[in-house]
């Protein structure tokens, strides 16, 4: 079975950095596409978890716009965790922030990930 656990999460000023990390097995973190998504408070029900940023198996990172720049992913293989740091947080970065993983797909949408952690929560205050 496939565990996710996020951690880092917290309450942080605009303009303010936190680093979220994701913790897995070594089997889940040397074989698969790992992604940080996120889900704004008040969204309607069903709607997509917006994807941020994740890694491919090859190490390539890749970003969503309104990140790009501020958030970066990154793995350490000792730890077997996956990170995201984030600088200059903004009001509307504020969002739970969920790890997902998997072995096949490595898309860019929720449905491509069959593995999910609990989330974490981020807000960003003025």
């Known amino acids: 079975e496939v565990q996710l656990m996020e951690s880092g999460g917290g309450s942080v000023l605009a303009g303010g950095s936190l680093t979220l990390s994701c913790a897995t097995s070594v089997y889940t973190f040397t074989s698969s596409c790992m992604a940080w998504f996120r889900q704004a408070p008040g969204q309607a029900p069903g709607t997509e978890r917006e994807a941020v940023a994740k890694l491919d198996r090859d190490g390539i990172a890749t970003y969503a716009t309104s990140v790009k720049g501020r958030f970066t992913i990154s793995k350490d293989i000792a730890k077997n965790a996956l990170f995201l740091r984030m600088n200059s947080l903004q009001l509307d970065d504020t969002a739970i922030y969920y790890c997902?993983?998997?072995?096949?797909?490595?898309?860019?949408?929720?449905?491509?990930?069959?593995?999910w952690g609990q989330g974490t929560q981020v807000t960003v205050s003025s």
């Open positions: 997902a993983t998997d072995e096949r797909d490595c898309g860019w949408v929720g449905s491509d990930f069959g593995h």
